[in-house]
T-cell receptor, first 113, second 113 residues
């Protein structure tokens, strides 16, 4: 069965510091992997996605993620965090049968000045 | 182009009542999927409609149902509301292929009292 684990419920970083959010997945076939961000009271916005090819993918807002098949991981990174990055971040794996996602429980990011 | 529109944004209902939520996808998108988001359970997949047919279904009781119209607009209905149905309901629209991006609406906040 498909599942996604985000081990960190909450992370606090200082503005300008680097960030890494962890994501591990369980999926039988080649996974379709996504990172979404949700600001309070808003829907989800896609940051980046991995389907195949280069295992290091670039997204919007300066985010990147690396797919590591051997570790079943898809960690999200940003070299320098901005105060506006404070939000909830969700890792997801996509079903191969359509527009269906399995989400992790999310990581809440707080950015301190 | 216009994004995904969900109406209403906020709703308060009484236990035992029923409710209908609406989702208008992005023009040209044929797939609409629905998710329930709660603090305890996170984001859970309800169902997906593609070209007026339910293509995938999550693990929710039969009180949760949906449909899709010929213009791809979708409605979700919950009958005999329970307190535990209080949640943010999100819909996502996409072209419908597994490797295409899904766009989320801002959600409908349902409160059952």
């Amino acid at each position: 069965a498909q599942s996604v684990t985000q081990p960190d419920i909450h992370i606090t970083v200082s503005e300008g510091a680097s960030l890494e959010l962890r994501c591990n997945y369980s999926y039988g076939a080649t996974p379709y992997l996504f990172w979404y961000v949700q600001s309070p009271g808003q829907g989800l916005q896609l940051l980046l996605k991995y389907f195949s090819g280069d295992t290091l993918v670039q997204g919007i807002k300066g985010f990147e993620a690396e797919f590591k098949r051997s570790q079943s991981s898809f960690n999200l990174r940003k070299p320098s965090v901005h105060w506006s990055d404070a939000a909830e971040y969700f890792c997801a794996v996509g079903s191969n049968t359509g527009n269906q996602f399995y989400f992790g429980t999310g990581t809440s990011l707080t950015v301190i000045p | 182009k216009a994004g995904v529109t969900q109406t209403p944004r906020y709703l308060i209902k009484t236990r035992g009542q029923q409710v209908t939520l609406s989702c208008s996808p992005i023009s040209g998108h044929r797939s609409v999927s629905w998710y329930q988001q709660t603090p305890g359970q996170g984001l859970q997949f309800l169902f997906e409609y593609f070209s007026e047919t339910q293509r995938n279904k999550g693990n929710f009781p039969g009180r949760f149902s949906g449909r899709q119209f010929s213009n791809s607009r979708s409605e979700m209905n919950v009958s005999t509301l329970e307190l535990g149905d209080s949640a943010l309901y999100l819909c996502a629209s996409s072209i419908g292929h597994v490797d295409t991006e899904a766009f989320f609406g801002q959600g409908t906040r349902l409160t059952v009292v």
